[in-house]
Each structure stands twice: as structure tokens, then as C-alpha cells.
């Protein structure tokens, strides 16, 4: 709505000019006039607009299914509560887990005598999984209870095990650094890479500049090409640092749980956006 001032109009104030003495001569015929001013203060003409909230059409209907879908993704991981294997697993190993709100990366650090173990993974590895729980085709081609009914389905369906791409770095203070590039599967834990990297290199350096450090190290030979005796030594030198079955196990279960809290998260956020 706009309010405008009331304009005010300048108000001016003339005197007669002033009169002739006798004496003056008639044919000059020149008049004198004085003009007297009165200063008016300057006011300026304001116009306030108010803002103006412009939703889609369809902005409502989406914003009741996000708060239907949050409040029932709550409600389930409040009567879930916070799961035991968690706690149990860090106890057994002596991992401590390291994860934000909203970010997909998890990592893990612990001591090993001398050595600082660190290992990293991505919620996102559970896009491996073989059945994904949502089948885009069947949302596009059924209603909204149809799409329910299939997404519970497919999410029972949902192989406990999937692949997972992670890194594992071993480092101590006074050599370079062991880092790991592997990939669990069905339970075992598979070497793709191992390179050594410099300490000194490594140390104040990350994101790009890191993976650049990264790739130009030498990647080690093919682990399947290795005598069969450094294969198995090899595998005991990461399963007594508890890179193993357990750690593969471990990782599945967080990576579900960890990918309904930041989709609950993220149902709540959507939510807030469109409400703003």
C-alpha cells in the first residue's frame, strides 16, 4: 500500500510598490516594486511501498507433503532413538567419529602406539546399493500412495551390503605417511592403492591442492600382482589397526543412519525455504 505525503504549495507575499514623492518627474515613468519572499521549509513528497510476498500455485501443496514427510521422519527416529552399535563399535576399536549436519564426509581417527589412523567415507556411497529405495520411474507413473506404498517396498529390499569406497591414512611423526585407497565389498576390504606421501608435503595443504599431491605419487603396484605371502601380511597389517570386516559392517550401518538424519535435515530445511 503507498502513502503519499500531502503536497504543501509555496505561499509568497508581495508589498505595492511604494509611492512617488511629488517632486519626481511624471515622464520617467518608472515604477519600483518590491517583492517580499516568505521562506517555506522544502518538504519532500515520501512514498513507502510495502513488500510483496508472491508464492507459486503450487507452493502450498508442496509445503504440507514437507511437513507430513518431517514430522513422520522424526517421529520415527525419536522412537528409534540413538542406535547402540555406535557407541559399542568405538568402545571395541577406539575410533572417534568425526561427521557435521549436512555434510556427506565421515571420518575416523584413532591411536595406534606411534601411529595416527584416520579413515574417511561418504554417505554418498550408498548410491552402490543395488535397489535404490526410491524407483523414479514408478513416482512418475503412479499417485502419491502408490508412490509410498513402492518406496516402503524398495526400502526393505535394500541390500544390507554395498561397496564402499574409502581412504585409510597411517602416519607417524618422523617418516612419510601411508595413504590407502580402499573398497569394501560383501564384507572384505580390497587394496587399490597405496602411496606414500611426504609429511612435509601433506602437512598445510588440502582440498585440491592435496588430491594434486595425491595423484602425482606413485601408486604402488597392483595389489592382485603381489606375492601371495606380502598379500596376507599386508591384510594382517590392516586388521590388527581394525581395517577389516568390522570396520566394512560398521560403515554400512552408519552410512543408513547417518543418510536418514541428513535427509530428515534436509526435508526440514526444503520446508523452511519454501516457508520464507
Known amino acids: 500500500m503507498k502513502y503519499i505525503a500531502r503536497n504543501l504549495v509555496t505561499a509568497a507575499a508581495r508589498n505595492a510598490a511604494p509611492r512617488f514623492s511629488q517632486a519626481a518627474s511624471i515622464g520617467l ?44 521422519e522424526a517421529k520415527q527416529a525419536a522412537e528409534e532413538g540413538e542406535p547402540e552399535f555406535i557407541q559399542a563399535f568405538m568402545n571395541k576399536t577406539g575410533f572417534k567419529i568425526k561427521t557435521k549436519t549436512g555434510e556427506q564426509k565421515v571420518t575416523m581417527t584413532k591411536q595406534f602406539g606411534s601411529e595416527t589412523i584416520t579413515i574417511s567415507f561418504d554417505v554418498g556411497e550408498i548410491l552402490n546399493a543395488e ?5 523414479f520411474e514408478t513416482y512418475r507413473e503412479n499417485d502419491s500412495g502408490d508412490v509410498q506404498k513402492e518406496a ?83 591384510d594382517a597389517f590392516l586388521a590388527e589397526r581394525n581395517i577389516d570386516t568390522g570396520l566394512t559392517l560398521f560403515m554400512q550401518d552408519y552410512i543408513e543412519h547417518k543418510e536418514q538424519s541428513e535427509y530428515l535435515n534436509w526435508l526440514r530445511k526444503f520446508k523452511s525455504f519454501v516457508e520464507a
Not at 31 to 47: D, N, S
Not at 51 to 65: A, F, K
Request: net charge negative; hydrophobic share 35%; glycine share 6%.
Open 29 to 72: 515613468g518608472a515604477r519600483m516594486c518590491a517583492r517580499v519572499i516568505q521562506p517555506v521549509g522544502t518538504i519532500r513528497t515520501l512514498t513507502t511501498t510495502m513488500p510483496m510476498r508472491v508464492n507459486g500455485s503450487s507452493d502450498s501443496d508442496l509445503l504440507h507433503t514437507l511437513r507430513d514427510e518431517a514430522d513422520y
Open 152 to 234: 516402503e517396498i524398495n526400502a526393505d529390499d535394500t541390500p544390507e551390503d554395498f561397496a564402499i569406497g574409502f581412504t585409510a591414512t597411517i602416519s607417524k611423526n618422523s617418516t612419510d605417511m601411508l595413504f590407502l585407497e580402499l573398497e569394501s565389498n560383501e564384507g572384505e576390504v580390497g587394496v587399490n592403492h597405496m602411496r606414500f606421501l611426504s609429511n612435509k608435503d601433506v602437512s598445510d595443504i588440502s582440498g585440491m591442492d592435496l588430491e594434486w599431491v595425491r595423484q602425482k605419487a606413485y601408486c604402488g603396484p597392483l595389489f592382485g600382482q603381489l606375492s601371495d605371502d606380502l598379500k596376507e601380511n599386508i
Open 131 to 135: 535397489n535404490p529405495i526410491a524407483d
